[in-house]
C-alpha cells in the first residue's frame, strides 16, 4: 500500500533525490527524445559493426544528450511522482526503472564485448532492443491519472 510504498522511498534516499519536472514532463520528454535517441545508437552500432572500436562510441554516447536526457527522466520519474503524492504509483515505476537500469548494464555490457570482438552486432542490437522496451514499459507504467492532458 501507500504506507509501505513512502517507507521504500524514504529508505532508497528519496530526501536526497528531487524531481525538477512533473511527471507529465519527464514523460513528454520521454517521448520526444527517445525515438531520436534510438535512432542514434543504432545507427552507432551498425557503423561499429564495421569498425569495432566503435563501439567504444556507443558505450559513451549513453553519457551524452539525447540518451543521456532520456535516462535522468527514466531515473527522476519515480520521484516525481512520489513528490507529487503518488508513493504507490511511484514504487510501480521504481520497478520499471530497474528494468531500465538492468538494461543500460547489459548494453553496456555486450557493447564492450563487441568491441573487443567477443560478441557480434546482432548482440548488440537485442540489448538496444531490450532497452527500448524498458523504457516503453517505464513510461506505461505511469497512470493516466499522474498525467494530466
Not at 40 to 64: F, I
Not at 103 to 112: D, E, M, P, Q, T
Amino acid at each position: 500500500g501507500e504506507a509501505a510504498a513512502r517507507a521504500w522511498f524514504n529508505r532508497n534516499g528519496a530526501a536526497s533525490v528531487v524531481a525538477a519536472q512533473t511527471p507529465a514532463q519527464y514523460v513528454q520528454t520521454l517521448r520526444q527524445l527517445l525515438p531520436e535517441a534510438m535512432r542514434g545508437l543504432r545507427a552507432m552500432a551498425d557503423d561499429a559493426d564495421l569498425d569495432p572500436r566503435l563501439y567504444g562510441d556507443l558505450v559513451n554516447s549513453l553519457l551524452l544528450y539525447p540518451f543521456d536526457a532520456v535516462k535522468q527522466c527514466c531515473f527522476y520519474l519515480p520521484y516525481a511522482l512520489e513528490a507529487q503524492g503518488d508513493p504507490a504509483a511511484a514504487l510501480v515505476t521504481q520497478r520499471a526503472w530497474d528494468g531500465v537500469d538492468e538494461g543500460l548494464a547489459n548494453l553496456r555490457v555486450v557493447a564492450r564485448q563487441a568491441r573487443e570482438e567477443q560478441a557480434d552486432v546482432e548482440v548488440v542490437f537485442l540489448a538496444l532492443d531490450a532497452l527500448e522496451d524498458a523504457i516503453a514499459a517505464e513510461i506505461a507504467s505511469v497512470s493516466p491519472e499522474a498525467l494530466p492532458p
